[in-house]
């Protein structure tokens, strides 16, 4: 539970540059909060210049705060799915190296298995038939929260995803 009392669960998501994958969840009813950073890396807080050199092994992630009686895990999973293409590697549209890698990050078993179940049901849809899905399926790491700036940026912007 959060300090409100409520029902909250963390799931964490690397699809591309963090500003619009942010902006996509922040618009689901149920998402209680979200932040952007770096996860999945060797390097204890890392900056958005110590990422960028491709050298961290960090992606550039989303941690959304969810509350479970208002919107499932399954359907955090669908809006990530939707949000970028899973067939690239380590690149989504123009921005290129592994901070821009698809990545599901999970927080315990039951996180896991959906995030298998989702990937693999994708897979077998007739959209993906041909393609491979790239998404790694990782245990989430310690989350280091990105700078300022790069929070809500695409609200800061005035910028509609």
Request: overall charge neutral; glycine content about 6%; charged content about 30%.
């Amino acid at each position: 539970m959060d300090k409100k009392g409520k029902n909250m669960e963390k799931a964490a998501f690397a699809a591309g540059c963090f500003w619009g994958v942010e902006a996509a969840f922040r618009k689901v009813k149920g998402v209680l909060s979200t932040r952007v950073g770096y996860m999945g890396g060797t390097m204890k807080n890392p900056t958005y210049e110590d990422v960028c050199t491709d050298n961290t092994g960090h992606a550039e992630a989303v941690e959304v705060a969810f509350d479970p009686k208002k919107v499932s895990y399954e359907e955090l999973l669908d809006i990530f799915w939707d949000v970028h293409d899973p067939t690239q590697l380590n690149r989504q549209g123009p921005d290129t190296g592994t901070q821009y890698r698809s990545v599901i990050f999970y927080h315990n078993v039951a996180q896991k298995k959906a995030a298998m179940k989702s990937k693999e049901k994708l897979q077998n849809s007739e959209n993906f038939r041909n393609k491979k899905i790239v998404t790694a399926i990782e245990l989430a790491s310690e989350f280091y929260e990105a700078e300022e700036y790069h929070q809500r940026y695409h609200e800061k912007h005035g910028k509609v995803c």
